[in-house]
C-alpha cells in the first residue's frame, strides 16, 4: 500500500507510473518493435540490392559492416544514458535537470559524429584493406565506409531524438520517424545503386548514400516532433552549457553499454578473420545471417529499449514491485517472439537465403549454419531482457560482463578452436555463448534483485 501511495503522487503524470504494467510494456514497446522491424526490413532490402550487383559488393559491404556496428553501439551507449538519466529525472519530478540531460545527449552525439567522420576519412582504406587484398573489394568497401561515416550525424542525432521519445513515453513518435526513415532509404536504394530517374549508377556508393540521406532527414524530422509534440522534454539549444556532471553520468551509465554493443563489431572482425581461411563466400553468408537475425533480433531490442525507461522511472519512483512485474511481462514477450523466430530459420534457411541471390556454394554452407545458430535464439532473447532491467536499474556494469563472458570469452575463442574442426563446427560456438551468456544473466539479476530494496546511488 505504501508503495502504491508513493507511485501515485510521485508519478501521476506519466503513464510510466500509473499504466497497468501487462498494458503499458504493450502500448510503449509495440511501436518500437514495429518500427525496428522495418529498420532490419530496410536493412536486407539494402543488402539485397547490393547482393545483385556481385559477391564482391555483397563482400565490400559486409567488411564494412563492423564500422556501422561501431557507430551504432556509441549512439546507444548514449542514448542508455539519455534513458536512464531523463527517464528517472522524470520519475523524481526534476524537470529542469530532466531537461539539461536532453541537451547534454545532443552535445555528446554532436561530437561523436565528428570523431567517426574524422576516423573515416583517414582510416577507412586501411580499415578494409586489413580483411583482403581484392582491389575491387578494397575500393567498394572504402567508399561506403567514408559516406557512412563522414554522414553519420544522422545515426547518432536520430538515436538520440528518438531515445528523447521514449525516455518520455512517446513511443508512437519513434516509430514515426523509423517508418519515415525506412521508407525513404527503400525508394532511394535502387534509385541510386542502379541509376535510375536519371540519377547516376553508384553502386555501393549508393546504397551508403541512400541510408544515410535517409537517416539525416529522419533525424531532422525527430527533432521536429520532440520540439513540437513532446511536453514532458524542453529543448532550448540556445541556453545551452555544457555540463560536466551530466556528462560524465551519462558516459558512466552508457560507456557499459557502448562497450557491449562494441564486443558486436569485435566479434564480427574476429569472425571474418576466421570465415575468410574457409572461403569469401562464408563470409558473405555471415552478413547475410547477421541481417536476418537483426530482423529477428531487433523487436526483441525494442522491447529492450521499452523496458529501460520504464525501469529507471519507476527505480525514481520507488515502485520496485512494479519494476518486477514489468520485467516478468517482458520476459515472455522476448521468449514468444524467439520462438517464432526459431521456427522460421529452421523450417526456411533456403528461401531466406535466397532473398540475397545466394549461390549453390553459400545455400551449402549456410542452411547447415543457419539452423545450428538459430537454437540459440530463445536463450539469446531472454538475456536481452534481463541485461535490459540490469541497464534500467543503472547496473550497466553487470550487463556488460554478460556480453564479455559471450562473445569474448565464449563465443570467439570456441570458434577459433572449432574452426580447427570443420566449418560447420564453428556454428555451434553460438548456441553455446548464449546457454553460458543466459545462465550468467540469471545469476547477476539474482543477487540484484535480493539488494533492489536498496537502489543504486543516484546519478
Known amino acids: ?3 502504491r501511495i508513493d507511485q501515485n503522487t510521485a508519478a501521476a503524470q506519466n503513464k510510466m507510473g500509473t499504466m ?11 511501436p518500437i518493435m514495429l518500427s525496428m522491424l522495418v529498420q532490419a526490413l530496410y536493412n536486407i532490402v539494402d543488402s539485397a540490392f547490393v547482393a545483385r550487383i556481385s559477391e564482391d559488393a555483397l563482400t565490400a559491404v559486409s567488411l564494412a559492416f563492423p564500422v556501422q556496428l561501431l557507430m551504432i553501439a556509441c549512439a546507444t551507449g548514449t542514448g542508455v544514458g539519455i534513458n536512464a538519466l531523463l527517464s528517472r529525472r522524470l520519475g523524481e519530478r526534476q524537470q529542469a535537470q530532466a531537461d539539461r540531460v536532453a541537451a547534454n545527449g545532443i552535445f555528446l552525439s554532436v561530437c561523436l559524429w565528428l570523431v567517426f567522420a574524422a576516423l573515416g576519412l583517414l582510416c577507412g582504406r586501411r580499415f578494409i584493406a586489413a580483411f583482403t587484398d581484392v582491389p575491387a573489394v578494397i575500393d567498394m568497401g572504402t567508399r561506403y565506409v567514408t559516406v557512412v561515416t563522414t554522414a553519420s550525424c544522422g545515426v547518432f542525432l536520430l538515436f538520440t531524438a528518438e531515445r528523447l ?9 519513434h516509430m514515426v520517424t523509423q517508418l519515415i526513415g525506412a521508407s525513404l532509404n527503400c525508394v532511394l536504394d535502387p534509385i541510386l545503386i542502379f541509376g535510375l530517374c536519371g540519377c547516376p549508377a553508384l553502386g555501393t556508393t549508393g546504397a551508403a548514400l541512400a541510408t544515410a540521406t535517409a537517416q539525416i532527414i529522419a533525424m531532422a524530422i525527430g527533432f521536429f516532433i520532440n520540439v513540437r509534440f513532446n511536453r514532458d522534454v524542453h529543448l532550448h539549444l540556445r541556453d545551452f552549457r555544457p555540463d560536466g556532471a551530466i556528462l560524465a553520468a551519462m558516459v558512466r551509465i552508457g560507456l557499459p553499454a557502448t562497450l557491449q554493443q562494441s564486443l558486436m563489431s569485435v566479434l564480427t572482425i574476429g569472425l571474418n578473420h576466421i570465415l575468410m581461411a574457409f572461403s569469401q563466400t562464408a ?3 555471415y ?10 533480433f531487433l523487436p526483441v531490442y525494442g522491447l529492450n529499449n521499452a523496458l529501460i525507461p520504464m525501469v529507471g522511472y519507476n ?3 520507488g515502485a520496485h514491485r512494479r519494476i518486477a512485474r514489468i520485467t516478468r511481462y517482458a520476459l515472455l514477450l522476448a521468449l514468444g517472439i524467439m520462438a517464432a523466430g526459431t521456427l522460421l530459420f529452421e523450417l526456411c534457411p533456403a528461401p531466406l537465403l535466397r532473398l540475397f541471390d545466394a549461390s549453390d556454394a553459400m545455400l551449402a554452407l549456410g542452411v547447415p549454419g543457419i539452423r545450428i545458430i538459430s537454437s540459440s535464439f530463445c536463450a539469446a532473447g531472454l538475456s536481452v531482457v534481463l541485461c535490459g ?3 534500467g536499474l543503472g547496473r550497466s556494469g553487470a550487463s556488460l560482463a554478460v556480453a564479455l563472458l559471450r562473445q569474448l570469452v565464449v563465443l570467439l575463442p570456441a570458434a577459433a578452436l572449432l574452426a580447427r574442426v570443420s566449418l560447420t563446427a564453428v556454428w555451434l560456438a553460438f548456441p553455446l555463448a548464449e546457454v553460458v551468456g543466459l545462465l550468467a544473466a540469471a545469476l547477476l539479476c539474482r543477487r540484484i534483485g535480493r539488494r533492489l530494496s536498496d537502489p543504486p546511488t543516484k546519478c
Open 1 to 3: 500500500m505504501a508503495e
Open 20 to 30: 497497468p504494467e501487462g498494458r503499458l510494456l504493450v502500448t510503449m514497446s509495440l
Open 165 to 173: 521519445m521514449q525516455a518520455t513515453g512517446h513511443t508512437v513518435y
Open 283 to 285: 563470409v558473405g553468408f
Open 287 to 296: 552478413g547475410v545471417y547477421f541481417k536476418l537475425q537483426n530482423f529477428l
Open 315 to 317: 527505480l525514481g519512483a
Open 389 to 391: 532491467w540490469m541497464q
